[in-house]
T-cell receptor, first 111, second 113 residues
Framework: QKEVEQDPGPLSVPEGAIVSLNCTYSNSAFQYFMWYRQYSRKGPELLMYTYSSGNKEDGRFTAQVDKSSKYISLFIRDSQPSDSATYLCAMSEGSARQLTFGSGTQLTVLP | DAGVTQSPTHLIKTRGQQVTLRCSPKSGHDTVSWYQQALGQGPQFIFQYYEEEERQRGNFPDRFSGHQFPNYSSELNVNALLLGDSALYLC????????????FGQGTRLTVV
């Protein structure tokens, strides 16, 4: 079993839809949780970064962490075609510890 | 302000050869981490360099080695290349060993034939 599980998709939604992306994990020592966006043939770009449980909002993006369930989510409101990319969750045990990534979810937002 | 830069962008090597990939961190950053991303997979941590020393290492064989220079740039070396080493190699930079706000380069696409 992988430490971080992520539904690979692909996920296809119409423009303006609310998108929900999720990851589950098995390592209870994870404390830092991140979401990256990766466009085709590009490096990952940091979208959201949260520590421990709770919610964090940034524009159209909301990240949620539920450590009791070992489950994290990224919500995208009013999705745009430019949001079409692969979304990667990443976690670490400490701020200086290595990142462990999920396998990514491929999202397509249709105009 | 230049972000993380990697060179070359693409590379084709023959099985058994050796390869060197290069990374310059984002301005103000002093820590470099290397990741391997196979097609359709998430990045896997190879190792991290801070203050010119390898600080952490993932589950990769000794064929993978690295170096960090006084200007914080870094190299990743892979010896005795295998077909399975074909992947996108990503460099991430951060400050003072903190990985949680790491910035990634565009990667080097290595193909081993």
């Amino acid at each position: 079993q992988k430490e971080v599980e992520q539904d690979p998709g692909p996920l296809s939604v119409p423009e303006g839809a609310i998108v929900s992306l999720n990851c589950t994990y098995s390592n209870s020592a994870f404390q830092y949780f991140m979401w990256y966006r990766q466009y085709s043939r590009k490096g990952p770009e940091l979208l959201m970064y949260t520590y421990s449980s709770g919610n964090k909002e940034d524009g159209r993006f909301t990240a949620q962490v539920d450590k009791s369930s070992k489950y994290i989510s990224l919500f995208i409101r009013d999705s745009q075609p430019s949001d079409s990319a692969t979304y990667l969750c990443a976690m670490s045990e400490g701020s200086a510890r290595q990142l462990t990534f999920g396998s990514g979810t491929q999202l397509t937002v249709l105009p | 302000d230049a972000g993380v830069t990697q060179s070359p962008t693409h590379l084709i090597k023959t099985r058994g050869q050796q390869v060197t990939l290069r990374c310059s961190p984002k301005s103000g950053h002093d820590t470099v981490s290397w990741y391997q991303q196979a097609l359709g997979q998430g990045p896997q941590f190879i190792f991290q360099y801070y203050e010119e020393e390898e600080r952490q290492r993932g589950n990769f064989p000794d064929r993978f080695s690295g170096h960090q220079f006084p200007n914080y740039s870094s190299e990743l070396n892979v010896n005795a290349l295998l077909l399975g080493d074909s992947a996108l190699y990503l460099c991430a930079s951060s400050f003072r060993g903190m990985n949680t706000e790491a910035f990634f380069g565009q990667g080097t696409r290595l193909t081993v034939v």
